[in-house]
Nanobody, 115 residues
Framework: VQLQAYGGGLVQSGWFLRLSCAAS????????MFWYRQAPGKQRDLVAS???????NYADSVKGRFTVSRDNAKNTIYLQMNSLKPEDTAVYYC??????????WGQGTQVTVSS
């Protein structure tokens, strides 16, 4: 399945954005899906994950501000990002465990938060 993230943009500190990740095929059978981000000059870091049963996990830096969800009927996962900070500036990607193992990444979406 191919994934494409979108919904990024330029916002001010404290604002919100909702990212979407559309899959080219069904995500119903995909157990875990992930959101990662990569800031300039830094490694790609895990932001959040969600299982097929709706269990979620978050990086400490985004807990309480970000919410991941999935809509299997629409083959899409989302990342609601509230109270954005300049340090959230990064390119955001979604992926599956298979994609991580294969080192395959789809198109990310740029999020820029100005102070």
């Amino acid at each position: 399945v191919q994934l494409q993230a979108y919904g990024g943009g330029l916002v001010q500190s404290g604002w919100f954005l909702r990212l979407s990740c559309a899959a080219s095929g069904s995500i119903f059978s995909i157990n875990v899906m992930f959101w990662y981000r990569q800031a300039p000059g830094k490694q790609r870091d895990l932001v959040a994950s969600i299982t097929s049963g709706g269990r979620t996990n978050y990086a400490d830096s985004v807990k309480g501000r970000f919410t991941v969800s999935r809509d299997n009927a629409k083959n899409t996962i989302y990342l609601q990002m509230n109270s954005l900070k300049p340090e959230d500036t990064a390119v955001y990607y979604c992926n599956t465990r298979g994609g991580l193992v294969a080192g395959s990444w789809g198109q990310g979406t740029q999020v820029t938060v100005s102070s």
